[in-house]
């Protein structure tokens, strides 16, 4: 099966950077998205394609990709920013699966 | 503007079947797949298949085969999750999204539906 992991947990103060990695062999062959989830809302996409932001996604939010981890990168994160994040990609048998997910806490 | 409109929360008993609704506007439904996802209460997000909207063809991850279907009206522009012979631990927010190039695998997954609860309970 395949597997993405990140860690559970980020905590940075506000205007720090933030990281969130995901890892996967995978990642070595496939694009990778992220997403941000607030509590009680849908997720929204914050990068595709490794590092392409959508329109509207601050640019503060970046993506980059080493090998078979992938990063998300907050820069000065602010409180708002405070949520889960999950990574997703696709499979070698054109499939789906997400990271489990990362809680990233600004205080 | 581009939306997908799930239908509302459901309460249903063990055994018991339930039909999600997703609706598609503000785009042409056949340019892109729709996704479905899972969320258990506290819990991520699970992938549980696509279905391509030219086609009508379903992909089902492995934990997602057979008790759960994914169907199509294109004349309305809609997409539908059914989950028969429901449990307990099918109590979840299920989501719709649109993927952009789904064989590509690079595509953005850009807008999600609001999330149907579905409740399973005696």
């Known amino acids: 099966s395949y597997e993405l992991t990140q860690p559970s947990s980020v905590s940075v103060s506000p205007g720090q950077t933030a990281r969130i990695t995901c890892s996967g062999d995978?990642?070595?062959?496939?694009?990778v998205r992220w997403f941000q989830q607030k509590p009680g809302q849908a997720p929204v996409l914050l990068i595709y394609?490794?590092?392409e932001r959508p329109s509207g996604i601050p640019d503060r939010f970046s993506g980059s990709t080493s090998g078979s981890t992938v990063t998300l990168t907050i820069s000065g994160a602010q409180v708002e920013d405070e949520a889960d994040y999950y990574c997703y990609s696709a499979t070698d048998n054109n499939l789906r699966v997400f990271g489990g997910g990362t809680k990233l806490t600004v205080l | 503007q581009v939306q997908l409109v799930q239908s509302g929360s459901e309460l249903k008993k063990p055994g018991a079947s339930v039909k999600v609704s997703c609706k598609a506007s503000g785009y042409t439904f056949t340019d892109y797949a729709v996704i479905w996802v899972r969320q258990a209460p506290g819990q991520g997000l699970e992938w549980m298949g696509w279905i391509n909207t030219n086609t009508g063809i379903p992909t089902y991850a492995q934990d997602f085969t057979g008790r759960f279907v994914f169907s199509l009206d294109r004349s309305v522009s809609t997409a539908y999750l059914q989950i028969s012979s429901l449990k307990a631990d099918d109590t979840a927010l299920y989501y719709c999204?649109?993927?952009?190039?789904?064989?590509?695998?690079?595509?953005?997954?850009?807008?999600w539906g609001q999330g149907t609860l579905v409740t399973v309970s005696s």
């Open positions: 995978v990642l070595a062959k496939k694009y």
């Open positions: 999204a649109r993927e952009e190039n789904y064989y590509h695998g690079s595509g953005p997954v850009d807008y």
């Open positions: 394609k490794d590092s």
